[in-house]
């Protein structure tokens, strides 16, 4: 079974099966039970497949009475003078996905001045002025951000580089690791060692390679083992992106079926680690037991799927561009909400391999 599109709920209809075979349950919804885990590179387990393996849970709502603080404060470091797209991405990607506050970090004026004008509601932190290892974690210690994103078009030069590092010197906050972050990092890690707050890395092909030290085979069962090792040696819950994206702690594993090749563009990868930023600082501020770091991943790329699925319906996936992604997040969200019920999570549980 070679990955494609997928069930997912911007329309469950599509592609359906002739009676009687792979397809609607009685309720209208699709039949998961009737797949085989192993076409998804999962282990055989007792219980038929569910729902729950393939669709996370929704985002957590905000109080009646929230302030932007309680949405979530997140903050880029990323983008450089000659990638300043991707911090542009990142950040409005994360505002779309509902976080209350974005800050972007800069090295370069340069980068400031490009993402100011292409997201005005994003602020600014100055990290110019960079010297001693300890400084990056001097002005840290002042901030209240509930989960960074760091790497998307950070570049690796020497002061990209020694971002990095001092990041991993810092006090452990909630992070998404991306590109040229997993890039440098392949070459570091031992700065990861024993990381102390919840780490999500996004590697696609190409970075994991990187990490790992070999090719990753294009194969669900390769990828989903893959995957698995990456978070078991990393100490991170890891996003494989491609068809069929694998999220996995190691302990648990799950496969995205939403998305198509519409999505191989330029800054789609920005974008999902924007939503995955917000979403995993909402899971900090509010998610509590029901949306922890884990069901944050699996919603950001779920999510970011069906932002371009609804892309691509549009526009044809030839046509897609990455920013094309951002105005269908916040419907593809609805999406999501409106078929659960955050009361009634008893319908399955993840898909562990």
Not at 68 to 87: F, H, Q, T, V
Not at 106 to 126: G, I, K, S
């Amino acid at each position: 079974m070679s990955p494609g599109p997928g069930p997912h709920p911007l329309d469950p209809d599509e592609n359906a099966p002739e009676e009687g075979e792979v397809g609607e349950d009685e309720e209208g919804d699709f039949d998961y039970s009737q797949l085989d885990p192993l076409d998804f590179g999962l282990a055989p387990r007792a219980r038929p497949l569910t729902r729950g393996d393939f669709e996370p849970p929704p985002p957590p709502s905000l109080d009646a009475d929230a302030h932007k603080g309680e949405a979530g404060r997140l903050l880029c470091l990323c983008g450089s003078a000659d990638m300043p797209g991707a911090a542009s991405l990142v950040a409005k990607s994360a505002l779309r996905m509902g976080a209350g506050l974005v800050t972007v970090g800069y090295l370069d004026v340069a980068l400031r001045d490009a993402v100011a004008a292409q997201c005005v509601e994003a602020t600014f932190l100055d990290l110019t002025d960079l010297e001693a290892p300890g400084d990056l974690a001097q002005i840290l210690s002042g901030r209240a951000d509930h989960a960074v994103v760091l790497g998307p078009g950070l570049g690796q030069s020497p002061a990209a580089v020694s971002l990095v590092r001092d990041y991993f010197a810092c006090e452990a906050r909630p992070t998404v690791l991306d590109a040229d972050g997993l890039n440098i990092i392949s070459e570091h890690l031992d700065w990861l060692a024993d990381y102390g707050a919840p780490l999500i890395i996004t590697p696609h092909a190409g970075e994991a390679r990187r990490l790992l030290g070999r090719p990753v085979a294009n194969d669900p069962t390769e990828r989903s083992a893959s995957a698995r090792e990456l978070a078991a040696s990393v100490g991170a819950i890891c996003c494989l992106k491609g068809a069929w994206t694998v999220i996995s702690d190691s302990a648990n594993t799950n496969v995205n079926l939403t998305g198509n090749p519409g999505l191989a563009t330029a800054g789609s990868g920005d974008v999902l680690s924007g939503v995955i930023g917000a979403l995993l600082a909402a899971s900090v501020v509010r998610g509590g037991a029901f949306f922890p770091p884990f069901e944050a991943a699996r919603c950001g790329v779920f999510i970011h799927g069906i932002a371009g699925d609804m892309a691509s319906h549009e526009l044809g996936e030839l046509g897609v561009i990455a920013s094309d992604l951002l105005d269908a997040l916040p419907i593809a969200t609805s999406l999501v909400e409106g078929r659960y019920e955050q009361d009634d999570q008893d319908d399955g549980g993840s898909a562990q391999a």
